[in-house]
């Protein structure tokens, strides 16, 4: 559709960096390393990504505070803008199964933090916004592992048959 050649086309060279946003987000560390790495070399600095990270956060946290007010995640993705390229939905599904609205809005803020810490200091700039979407990547990780633990422990029949036994007590 037109819609969907505009988002694509509207990036320019920030296809990188959504990719960048996305991985942080979905907590795929060895990613967001070789994307920061690739966005240094590109001139990209490190105010740069740290505000466009923090943009992603507030994206992130619009669409799931639309969600929790009852709209279904197709249409909200549909109709945010800029819109975000269809082929990034899934990726966007997943961030919002790992982070909950109040961690986003720690996160944003968090990232507001690296902008500003970005700006003030430039000498450490690039280290700074590495420092904070490997934070962000390391937290999302962790409640995707904790996600599998949970959804294992669920599956599992030993499980299930103490829970049964437990609530019959």
């Known amino acids: ?26 907590g795929r560390e060895a990613d967001v390393e070789r994307l920061m790495r690739r966005l240094f ?17 507030v994206r992130l946290l619009d669409v799931s505070l639309a969600v929790a007010a009852g709209e279904s995640l197709k249409a909200v993705l549909d109709r945010v803008r800029p819109q975000i390229f ?9 961030q919002l199964r ?24 430039t000498a450490v700039a690039e280290a700074a916004a590495s420092r904070a979407l490997l934070n962000i990547a390391s937290q999302a990780r962790g409640r995707a592992s904790r996600s599998e633990e949970h959804t294992s422990e669920l599956q599992s029949h030993l ?3 103490c829970r049964l036994l437990l609530e019959k007590k």
Do not use: K, P
């Open 1 to 26: 559709t037109v819609a969907d050649v505009e988002a694509l086309c509207g990036l320019g060279g920030e296809g990188e960096a959504n990719a960048l946003m996305d991985s942080a987000f979905a």
């Open 41 to 57: 070399a590109e001139g990209w600095g490190g105010a740069d990504i740290a505000f466009a990270a923090h943009g992603h956060a």
């Open 86 to 94: 269809f082929r990034r939905h899934d990726l966007w599904a997943l």
């Open 98 to 121: 790992l982070w909950r609205s109040e961690q986003l809005a720690a996160a944003a803020s968090a990232l507001n933090g690296a902008v500003y810490d970005c700006r003030s200091e």
């Open 159 to 161: 499980n299930l048959v």
